[in-house]
């Protein structure tokens, strides 16, 4: 045995990773593996949650509506009545699969599924405004029940995610990989939501130059729903679109100087 397989059986397994079955030269050499990945977790508004089964251990895969936080990590909100809630407060660990979708045959797009544990978020904690407003800013409608006594937030810390996006176009990613590096950043999560505000509500026009202009969108209201220290979320009814900074951000002030600097690009189009 060599010395490098020695220290790959040595090293921590990571769950869904395909060792030695994904295709030679996967993922192909013009695929941008890590980009594709973000930008799906960052758009993909609903996936499917698999949880354990509290009862025989069986998967147990039921549909959920999925936003982010500032540092990537899947938010969900559910219910202690569903099944799949009973599931996580018994075993944390599951895994989301998020579809890009699309016409034709749904196995031709891309999908990522990311693994790790959820924990809840409790009502008193100081990151539970911060995610109800970002959840509710991807999912207005669930305004209605989020407040309902049994409904409560969840969050993924991510260990490991497989992206498919076609024959060689498959890799196994670590949570490194798709993740936000939030670190020195703590001024610009603090500006997030006055920053998202003043955005929607004194430069909309700039917000669907980004959208019509910079990623090639259609017309129409667009909205910010998150900012992060790698880019914008930008939402208009069911849509989603992830534009990524040119460089990290991690203040107002940068922020300030981004989203100029981003509008002039747009106009320039």
């Known amino acids: 045995m060599s010395d490098d397989n020695a220290e790959n059986d ?7 990773v395909m060792p030695d079955r994904l295709p030679e030269g996967a993922p192909a050499a013009d695929f941008d593996a890590k980009g594709l990945a973000r930008t799906l977790l960052r758009t993909v508004r ?10 025989t251990g069986h998967p147990f895969a039921s549909l959920v509506n999925i936003a982010t936080d500032v540092d990537a990590s899947p938010l969900i909100l559910v219910s202690r009545l569903a099944t799949h809630t009973a599931n996580l407060e018994n075993d ?8 890009s979708g699309g016409r034709g045959d749904p196995l031709a797009h891309p999908r990522l599924t990311v693994l790790g544990t959820f924990a809840p978020v409790a009502r008193d904690h100081g990151d539970e405004p911060r995610t109800r407003r970002r959840f509710l ?7 209605l029940y989020a407040g309902f006594a049994d409904f409560m937030f969840w969050r993924l810390t991510i260990a490991s995610a497989h992206l498919n996006a076609g024959f060689a176009r498959a890799a196994d990613l670590k949570a490194a990989d798709v993740i936000t590096d939030i670190s020195g950043a703590q001024d610009l999560i603090a500006a997030e939501a006055s920053a998202v505000a003043h955005m929607n509500d004194d430069h909309a026009e700039a917000i669907k130059l980004y ?3 910079l990623l090639g969108a259609k017309d129409g209201p667009w909205r910010l729903t998150g900012v992060d220290p790698d880019g914008l979320d930008l939402a208009y009814g069911d849509a989603a679109l992830r534009l990524p900074f040119t460089e990290r951000v991690t203040n ?5 100087m981004m989203v100029v600097d981003l509008a002039k690009a747009a106009r320039a189009k």
Do not use: M, V
């Open 10 to 16: 040595k090293a921590p397994r990571l769950p869904g």
């Open 252 to 256: 107002a002030e940068q922020l300030r």
């Open 46 to 55: 609903a996936g499917a949650l698999a949880t354990i089964d509290r009862n």
């Open 137 to 143: 800013a991807r999912h207005p409608k669930s305004e």
């Open 92 to 99: 944390g660990r599951a895994s989301l699969l998020l579809s």
């Open 211 to 213: 959208a019509t202009k």
